[in-house]
């Protein structure tokens, strides 16, 4: 192949479009999502397993090892709602009132969880 042959075709390649820059606010809010994901997540996931300690209707060791493997469903839960939300906020905010909501209850009955 000749120098020229080689110039053509490097010539002829497609020109590849160069990727539009994501903006500070879509960055943002991927990050805010994350968090949401990531560290709401895990509160209500605690949150879950402290109310189903409570009122799952089995013995004591049965229930703290059945909320434990279910609060990993519960996690990822709420990380695919925290993507799928139509906000950000609301991607923070629904999930943090039922954090609050689980973990108040499993806080003010305590005695759901006497029985052996």
């Given at each position: 192949m000749t120098m020229t042959q080689t110039l053509a075709r490097?010539?002829?390649a497609p020109i590849r479009k160069p990727r539009p820059t994501l903006s500070w606010r879509y960055r943002g809010e991927v990050a805010v999502r994350a968090f949401a994901a990531v560290v709401i997540g895990y509160a209500v996931a605690?949150?879950?397993t402290?109310?189903?300690?409570?009122v799952l209707p089995l013995g004591r060791n049965d229930r703290v090892v059945t909320a434990s493997l279910l609060c990993f469903f519960v996690?990822?839960?709420?990380?695919?709602y925290a993507f799928?939300?139509?906000?950000?906020w609301r991607?923070?905010?629904a999930p943090a009132l039922w954090a609050i909501a689980l973990?108040?209850?499993?806080?003010l009955f305590p005695e759901?969880?006497?029985r052996p």
């Open positions: 490097a010539a002829s605690y949150a879950s402290a109310f189903l300690t409570l996690w990822c839960g709420v990380a695919m799928a939300a139509r906000t950000p991607a923070c905010w973990y108040g209850i499993a806080a759901l969880g006497a």
